[in-house]
């Protein structure tokens, strides 16, 4: 396997030996990612295996058991309440199910960030909220109200306000959970074309493999607590591992197998296992 | 004896964190009060949209009060005694009392089911990863105009209960007490103290429901289930702390 090495300078996010758990569960046991700069990088793995929890340590919302997150140079969790909130300024996060402000309409979600960070007027806050919609392609549901979205449409409106302050990455969770082929289609083609146009740093954490692979420039496989695989595409589709080709492929029998534990069939049928 | 002990630790850490809490809220409320618009918009979510209920229940207790001490102060001659009985039951007690039990049950409840409802569905982590504070952006104002509501409203109740529709309407305009006796009397009786301590026990009953409404809604585990623990949680803790406070207070302002 051949494991991406990014000059220092490349690598926008830097993790190093995270640990993170819940009272004795475990979900990161040191675990070391990189997501280099301009790259769109997924993170995929079983339900339930923290992905999203990869994300909230990184956007500094959690705080790691053990380890360092560096987010350009800075360690994220050493930073005071100002400036990770000054930090955060440079991070959009698209969260799984949109997380639009209820009580705004579509335009004021997008407005959102710009008046609570800017002094801008708002003859111009309109204009950055239009172009920031247009590239979503929702410009024309500027007055819709949350409750009036399709989940396809709320997840391109979050996206237009995780962009409205120019952020250099965005993350993204789950963008594609519980979405029709076409809404898939468009948030795939908007992620990427996002991340090359604006010049962004895209984190995408999914368990859709093939959408997520076919925008991504590299992956990591997170099983049990460790990096259980990463490298580009290609590299992850041939992946020694069967385990990692099992969760590819998503055969229903192999390392992980379809049956749960238990005692022999025929015995258990005939009334003599133990 | 082990899970009594349990019990009084976890009410324990559970007071430390909610005064923790209170603590960040307050240091919110400078925040809060330099936009003004969005403590309005919740003083009207909370005050404005509790009116309705607030008028009709002060009616309906002034009424009753006047009815009752009719019947008793007419078996001494002392009818005309009336609007005192109503005025000073109402101002010392059952105004701040009653409309704080009905905040806690109106808008108490509606504001733990909102933000425990932006807890879960993310609202109030993207507000966090836009580097916006949840706690001056949502809580503190929400606290505030709670503050500010419930002696508001605790003022129209009383005016409901003892003059528009209550005490007057039953003991002068149904039962016959001359309408000089009941209000010179209600003059003479009522001291501006009584309505200064009325004020001070709304405000610290709208302190108190404030407080546990927006840490009830902001702890709640973000499932339907807790949310709807969270308000429920909102109205029984609000309902016992205001009965309680009420209790020490009288016994403070009445030695």
């Keep these: 396997m051949t494991t991406p090495t990014p000059q220092a300078d490349d690598v926008l996010v830097r993790v190093r030996g995270l640990s993170f758990g819940y009272g004795s569960r475990v979900i990161y046991d040191g675990i070391d990612v990189d997501i280099p700069r301009g790259k769109v990088t997924a993170i995929m793995g079983p339900s339930g295996t923290g992905k999203t929890t ?17 987010f350009d140079g800075v360690d994220v969790h050493q930073l005071k309440r100002r400036d990770l909130y000054a930090l955060r300024k440079r991070m959009g996060m698209l969260f799984q199910n949109g997380a639009l402000l209820t ?37 024309g549901a500027r007055d819709l109200w949350v409750s009036q979205l399709s989940g396809g449409m709320a997840r391109r409106v979050a996206l237009a306000r995780a962009l409205a302050l120019d952020p250099e990455m965005v993350m993204y ?45 590299q992956a990591y496989v997170i099983a049990d607590g460790k990096i259980a695989a990463h490298g580009t595409p290609a590299e992850l589709r041939n992946h020694a591992s069967p385990w990692v080709q099992q969760f590819l492929t998503g055969a229903d029998d192999g390392p992980v197998s379809f049956h749960a534990k238990a005692p022999d069939y025929l015995a258990d049928l005939m009334g003599t296992a133990k | 004896m082990s899970a009594a002990i349990e019990i009084i630790a976890s ?55 006047a009815l009752q001490g009719y019947r008793t102060l007419v078996r001494f001659g002392a009818e005309d005694s009336l609007g005192v009985l109503v005025t000073l039951s109402i101002i010392r007690e059952l105004g ?126 973000p499932t339907s289930e807790g949310v709807s623990r969270a308000t429920t949680g909102t109205v029984v803790v609000s309902s016992l702390a205001i009965l309680a406070l009420d209790f020490v207070l009288t016994a403070f302002m009445f030695r």
């Excluded at chain 2, 559970?14 to 969005?38: C, D, E, T």
């Excluded at chain 2, 409840?109 to 949502?138: C, F, H, N, Y």
């Design chain 1, 173 to 217: 969770d789950e963008p594609f959970a519980g979405q029709d082929p076409i809404t898939m289609g468009v948030l795939m083609r908007l992620i990427r074309t996002l991340n090359d146009a604006l010049g962004l740093t895209s984190i995408v954490v999914s368990h859709d493999i093939t959408e997520v692979l076919s925008i991504a420039d």
């Design chain 2, 11 to 65: 009410f324990l850490a559970g007071l430390g964190r909610a005064q923790y809490f209170l603590l960040g809220i307050l240091g919110g409320v400078p925040a809060a009060l330099a936009r003004p618009r969005l403590v309005i918009q919740q003083l009207y979510m909370v005050g404005a949209l509790s009116l309705i209920i607030i008028v009709i229940s002060g009616s309906f207790i002034g009424m009753v009060l």
């Design chain 1, 103 to 139: 009580d705004l309409n579509v335009f004021d979600n997008v407005a959102y960030p710009l008046r609570e960070h800017t002094k801008l007027p708002e003859s111009i806050i309109r204009d950055l909220v239009l172009m920031k919609l247009q590239a979503v392609g929702l410009r």
């Design chain 1, 54 to 70: 990869l994300l909230r340590l990184i956007g500094g919302q959690w705080h790691p058991g053990a380890g360092t997150v560096a």
């Design chain 2, 96 to 221: 701040p009392v009653v409309t704080a039990l009905l905040f806690a049950g109106r808008a108490g409840s509606a504001l733990a089911a909102e933000i425990g409802l932006m807890k879960a569905t993310d609202q109030l982590s993207a507000m966090e990863m836009m580097a916006t504070d949840p706690i001056k952006r949502v809580i503190a104002p929400r606290f505030v105009a709670g503050v500010i509501a419930v002696p508001l409203l605790t003022a129209i109740f009383c005016v409901m209960a003892i003059g528009i529709a209550g005490g007057h309407a039953i003991g002068v305009e149904l039962l016959g007490v001359d309408a000089g006796s009941y209000w010179s009397q209600i003059r003479a009786s009522t001291e501006i103290a009584d309505i200064q301590q009325m004020l001070i026990k709304a405000g610290v009953f709208g302190f108190t429901v404030s407080w546990i409404a927006v840490y009830q809604g902001y702890h709640a585990a």
